[in-house]
């Protein structure tokens, strides 16, 4: 089986258990405040994830968030997040994503995200295109930043420093069409990578959040950098991910309205 198929049966089987619990918690755990929770469909599907993986390849690291014991090292490791959304889920909002990504030496080469409640299955791998559901996807191709629709999220201090990141999203909408925030970084990036979206950005993210989601953007023909214009790397600070065409503007925009502090 290809690395690939690997990733693709390892996110249907949480994807399916996300399913199966659905409207049924009604209770949650909290790890780092009470924004940032985790249930019991999050550790089912993490279990049925790894499982997968395990099975097809037993010698190969894993990271995942909710056991999130280890740290990205060389090699082949499979980051994984098994309930992306889980503040939506929570409140029965379907709309959570669960993504699996293959990293060979701090880069990502494959990437699957499944939106779970649309049904529908993103994947890339290096070299060989993005998909969802078999038909070939690409990014936008906005005339403008003025008439781009692009969106965000908030991390996990947004308590502590709620007007920094409204101030920055003030930045933005000056700019844009339009905002949104759907509450799953995975399929941010992966509906960027279809062109359903022209647009997004993101600070403090993890590499389960970002992962699969660098593969399909870049495998969609779009760019993701970091606040300096790098290709990102799975421990950056900002996450910027577009279209070349606008790319440039999005990120000049948003380089001059976050706190240096922040990057």
């Not at 992306?84 to 060979?104: C, I, K, M, R, W």
């Not at 700019?175 to 403090?204: K, P, S």
């Not at 279209?243 to 503007?249: D, S």
């Amino acid at each position: 089986m290809q690395d690939l198929e690997v990733g693709r049966k390892a996110a249907q089987a949480g994807a399916a258990v996300v399913r199966e619990w659905f409207g049924t918690v009604k209770q949650a755990g909290w790890k780092t405040s009470d924004v940032d929770p985790v249930t019991a469909a999050d550790l089912a599907s993490q279990s049925a994830v790894i499982a997968v993986i395990e099975q097809a390849r037993p010698g190969d690291a894993i990271l995942a968030e909710e056991d999130d014991t280890g740290e990205l090292v060389d090699g082949r490791m499979w980051v994984i997040d098994p309930l992306d959304g889980t503040v939506n889920f929570f409140h029965g909002v379907p709309h959570v994503g669960v993504s699996v990504a293959l990293v060979e030496d701090g880069v990502p080469i494959v990437g699957v995200v499944v939106d779970v409640f649309a049904d529908k299955e993103y994947r890339a791998s290096s070299g060989a295109g993005a998909f969802c559901d078999g038909a070939a996807i690409q990014v936008s191709a906005p005339e403008s930043l003025g008439r781009s629709l692009v969106a965000t999220g908030y991390p996990y201090d947004r308590r502590q420093r709620p007007r920094v990141y409204t101030d920055i999203n003030a930045a933005v909408i000056a700019e844009v069409q339009g905002i949104r925030r759907f509450g799953a970084a995975t399929l941010d990036l992966a509906w960027t990578a279809a062109g359903m979206l022209d647009g997004y950005w993101e600070l403090a993210l993890a590499p389960w959040d970002v992962a699969a989601g660098m593969v399909l953007v870049e495998e969609g023909g779009g760019l993701i950098t970091n606040h300096e214009g790098r290709r990102s790397r799975l421990d950056d600070a900002l996450f910027v991910a577009a279209p070349e065409a606008i790319h440039g503007e999005l990120l000049g925009v948003l380089a001059a309205a976050v706190p240096k502090e922040l990057l």
